[in-house]
């Protein structure tokens, strides 16, 4: 990889983010991208965050609405973003799935649609 840069041990720049295309010193916070034990801190904070069936619900009537309410602002592709978080499982799932269809046409994704 062509760098238009270079760095050295005495730089005050450090890499971020998920880069795995360094081979300089990292941020010491910068460990989810490199640590295997980011993986399983990660499995955990979800299971911590596990929500019930009917949080679930109302989760998904709030992107439901979300959703409508870009569709009528005419932001097709952020109302066609937030239907499909959406999942099957879902009593929302059918009105989401064909509302999102309809944001397609709006924004001429004929195939998608």
Same mark, same amino acid.
């Given at each position: 990889? %062509?760098?238009?840069?270079?760095? %050295? %041990? %005495?730089?005050?720049?450090?890499?971020?983010?998920?880069?795995?295309?360094?081979?300089?010193?990292?941020?010491?916070?910068?460990?989810?991208?490199?640590?295997?034990?980011?993986?399983?801190?990660?499995?955990?904070?979800?299971?911590?965050?596990?929500?019930?069936?009917?949080?679930?619900?109302?989760?998904?009537?709030?992107?439901?609405?979300?959703?409508?309410?870009?569709?009528?602002?005419?932001?097709?592709?952020?109302?066609?973003?937030?239907?499909?978080?959406?999942?099957?499982?879902?009593?929302?799932?059918?009105?989401?799935?064909?509302?999102?269809?309809?944001?397609?046409?709006?924004?001429?994704?004929?195939?998608?649609?």
């Amino acid at each position: 990889m %062509n760098k238009d840069w270079t760095g %050295n %041990n %005495n730089s005050i720049y450090k890499t971020l983010g998920a880069s795995n295309h360094t081979d300089k010193e990292r941020q010491s916070e910068d460990f989810y991208a490199t640590d295997p034990k980011a993986g399983e801190l990660l499995l955990q904070l979800e299971n911590l965050l596990a929500i019930t069936p009917k949080e679930h619900e109302l989760f998904d009537l709030t992107n439901l609405t979300v959703a409508r309410i870009h569709y009528q602002n005419g932001s097709y592709s952020e109302a066609l973003r937030i239907y499909k978080l959406i999942k099957e499982d879902s009593p929302y799932w059918l009105d989401a799935t064909q509302e999102a269809a309809w944001a397609q046409l709006e924004s001429q994704d004929y195939e998608g649609a």
